[in-house]
């Protein structure tokens, strides 16, 4: 459970380094009434980045996920689209409906079969799917199964499955007999090995049939199998004769410790991956790239002739692009973001050359199509433009350039960690279309002559629906950081007239703005519906917080000066009422909400805050884990005992509510310690009589996924601050009945302290 909680603290945390400048797309056309809580859950999008194009480019296959809120599930589809640049819009047909989740898709060469995996709970099957008969094939199923890849023609698969055959015993020896519980190691059993990860090999005979087989692999030069843990990103060369792969060593090379990001990383209490490659035929393995995680967890992309591959990476550990990295400020892991490079590998040789320096996003391989090794690379080189890019004497060149007529698109697939969510031939792009103001839908885009149409139609329902209208906003705070972020305007606004105001911090990208792609507590335009202004800031990088403060304290401090301007600035400007400002944070920014209500006497009206609970004293000891413990002294300075223990009581929101008045709304998922932590919080204001309200979603996702949950937190963050900043009640929902019962006695008990 900490490995867990670490990785994905660790994720969100790497994500929260990017943020992107983006542009918008006006509405296609004429609104006839606001959007709806309602109207966000069932927003189609791709996912995982899923898209597709056939081999000669005539079709296109994606995956979309689809919320049903009548049935509270998510389904799961793949469709075929026909790709052409006239036409009407259409979705085209579609293939396969799942509950389960699909991710790996792709197409053979000769686009006889559709491959991809559908997951399940703890295993998963990589299926084949005949886009004509629409027949499927279990080619191979397994527990643990976390990833696959298939060659170009459909007849080699490989896959890896995640074994630890002694768990169940141990834990059965521990309910049984008792466990020692090591400082710092967590609050379950110590595992006295890990689990380990297997390769199988699937071949597929001329007659059709399948025959699998386990891959052992040794070391070049050696006769000893080697060990596997956390295999992840298996990539298959066209020809199946290679092949690529992450896992985590058992050690790694000496040379990697002084690494900035080997330090960052494993201070986070994560470990480096190692990118090799393996030739199948011979069955040894040799490191592809040396530099820690190279690829990130990502696959890499071939050329089409298997003569090489190219991958997203930091500079290979004492190469001369490493040199230009350090000489250009690459001192500290956290800056690690900035200085990750997409490289050519040489199958043969392992000889790198530098393609492009720092790809649109840090961790995405921005190759889109590469026919030859020897030849020209089709690169996604800007959110809005593709280049191509030929080698020379190992240097590579731009050669040419294809810009987008409608601007910047977000390349990302909300909050996973997945592949570029685009496709090409050579000739066309088809790719995903969205910005803060549109929806996702599917585009297509010829690279000669820029012509470019619009090919689905995957929301109708938001053609029907007003959005307020969004603009982007700079301000300077009293700390001199100049903050960005984008201004949702009323729906039905007009000039002169002072709104209320509720800004919600995150980092967002240029992602539809409806609800969020983080899917907790974030309602923007439901809000802007309702009348309210919305300020959307993205919070700092975390490379970029301010110094001079104890421990890391300055990212709390510019939250509070970086909101205090925000609010000054538009006020100025005449647009809002400033005794009616309310305040949402989610996550990371949940805390520095938490923060801010309890250290600054800005007069807010009512505040939203869901899933942290981080830097309260629990957080230290709740789940005995040296990270976190790490953590809570980097930021607050030190422990909470001894000459540091005035840093606890200092900085902590839980030994801080005594400061707090605003009417504070606590969503809490089961995100592991975020309830139980955020508990300590919750308690100290309610035993102090402050206007608090906590919700717990025992089966939510951090982010949340289930359609009743996301819809439960979407229209209660609405109904919240309608309530206390416009005194609206609307029914209360079903599922709810004394929701402004409860409020109500809030407000009075609230009424009764003020007038006492």
Request: neutral net charge; proline residues 6%; hydrophobic residues 40%.
């Amino acid at each position: 459970m900490v490995a867990a909680l670490h990785n994905k603290k660790l994720f969100f945390w790497l994500i929260a380094l990017v943020v992107c400048a983006c542009s918008k797309l006006a509405p296609a056309s004429a609104p006839q009434k606001p959007i709806s809580a309602a109207d966000c859950v069932r927003i189609m999008r791709v996912y995982r980045a899923q898209v597709r194009l056939s081999p000669a480019g005539t079709e296109v296959a994606y995956v979309v996920k689809v919320p049903n809120i009548e049935k509270n599930k998510n389904e799961f589809e793949v469709y075929v689209k026909a790709v052409s640049l006239a036409g009407t819009r259409s979705n085209g047909h579609l293939l396969y409906r799942s509950d389960n989740p699909i991710d790996g898709l792709r197409w053979t060469r000769d686009a006889a079969k559709l491959v991809f995996l559908e997951q399940r709970a703890g295993t998963a099957d990589i299926v084949s799917l005949d886009p004509r008969s629409r027949h499927r094939e279990v080619v191979a199923g397994a527990e643990g199964l976390s990833s696959f890849s298939v060659d170009a023609e459909g007849r080699t698969f490989i896959y890896s499955s995640e074994v630890n055959t002694h768990a169940k015993a141990r834990r059965r020896q521990a309910e049984v007999y008792g466990f020692p519980v090591i400082f710092g190691q967590g609050v379950e059993p110590a595992e006295a090995e890990r689990s380990s990860s297997v390769l199988f090999l699937v071949k597929r005979h001329a007659n059709g049939s399948l025959v699998s087989s386990r891959l052992s692999l040794r070391g070049s030069g050696d006769r000893v199998p080697i060990t596997l843990r956390n295999v992840e990103a298996l990539s298959l060369s066209p020809d199946g004769r290679f092949l690529t792969f992450d896992f985590q060593s058992t050690r790694f090379p000496e040379a990697w410790k002084t690494n900035p990001y080997t330090i960052f990383i494993e201070k986070e209490a994560a470990e480096p991956t190692t990118l090799v490659i393996a030739d199948l035929k011979r069955r040894t393995v040799r490191v592809a790239f040396d530099a820690p995680s190279a690829g990130f967890g990502l696959p890499t992309v071939w050329a089409d002739d298997s003569r090489a591959f190219s991958v997203v990476a930091l500079s290979k550990i004492r190469s001369a692009s490493e040199d230009d990295d350090r000489n250009s400020g690459f001192h500290q892991g956290i800056q690690f973001a900035h200085y990750t490079h997409l490289f050519s590998v040489d199958v043969k040789s392992l000889d790198v050359s530098l393609v492009m320096p720092q790809p649109t996003n840090w961790y995405q391989n921005d190759t889109l199509f590469w026919h030859r090794a020897s030849e020209r690379m089709l690169i996604q080189k800007t959110p809005e433009s593709y280049g191509w890019f030929v080698p020379k004497e190992g240097v590579w060149h731009q050669q040419s350039e294809s810009h987008l007529p409608f601007g910047p698109t977000e390349l990302r697939a909300g909050v996973f960690v997945a592949q570029l969510n685009a496709s090409s031939d050579g000739r066309k792009v088809v790719g995903v279309l969205e910005n803060v103001n549109t929806p996702p839908e599917l585009f297509v885009h010829d690279l000669r002559s820029a012509k470019t149409r619009v090919l689905t139609d995957l929301n109708p329902h938001l053609r029907k629906r007003e959005l307020g209208k969004i603009e982007d906003f700079e301000w300077m705070d009293d700390l001199g950081f100049r903050n960005t972020g984008y201004l949702i305007k009323p729906v039905g606004f007009n000039e002169g007239k002072l709104y209320p105001l509720v800004i919600m911090v995150k980092g967002w990208g240029n992602f539809f703005l409806a609800d969020t792609h983080y899917q907790t507590a974030f309602p923007p335009q439901p809000l802007a519906a309702a009348g309210f202004l919305v300020l959307m800031a993205n919070v700092l990088p975390l490379d970029k917080i301010p110094g001079g403060y104890t421990g890391k304290m300055g990212e709390g401090y510019q939250f509070i000066a970086m909101v205090k301007a925000a609010v000054r600035d538009l006020s100025s400007r005449g647009l809002l009422d400033p005794t009616r400002v309310g305040l949402i944070g989610f996550s990371s920014t949940s805390w520095q909400t938490d923060f801010m209500i309890t250290h600054s006497d800005f007069p807010f009206a009512a505040v939203s805050s869901a899933d942290s609970g981080i830097y309260n004293y629990a957080f230290y000891w709740l789940l005995n884990s040296k990270q976190s413990m790490d953590d809570y002294e980097e930021e607050l300075g030190g422990p909470p005992y001894g000459d540091t223990l005035a840093n606890t009581l200092r900085f902590t929101p839980a030994f801080n509510a005594q400061n707090v008045s605003v009417p504070l709304l606590m969503e809490y998922t089961s995100f592991p310690g975020d309830l139980t932590g955020n508990m300590e919080f919750f308690v100290a204001l309610k035993r102090q009589g402050k206007p608090a309200e906590m919700f717990s979603y025992p089966t939510g996702e951090h982010d949340l996924d289930l359609p009743s949950q996301r819809l439960a937190s979407l229209e209660r963050n609405v109904d919240w601050f309608r309530f206390w900043m416009q005194g609206v009640e609307v029914s209360p929902p079903k599922y709810d009945s004394q929701q402004f019962v409860r409020w109500n006695e809030l407000k009075h008990a609230r009424e009764s302290q003020i007038s006492h």
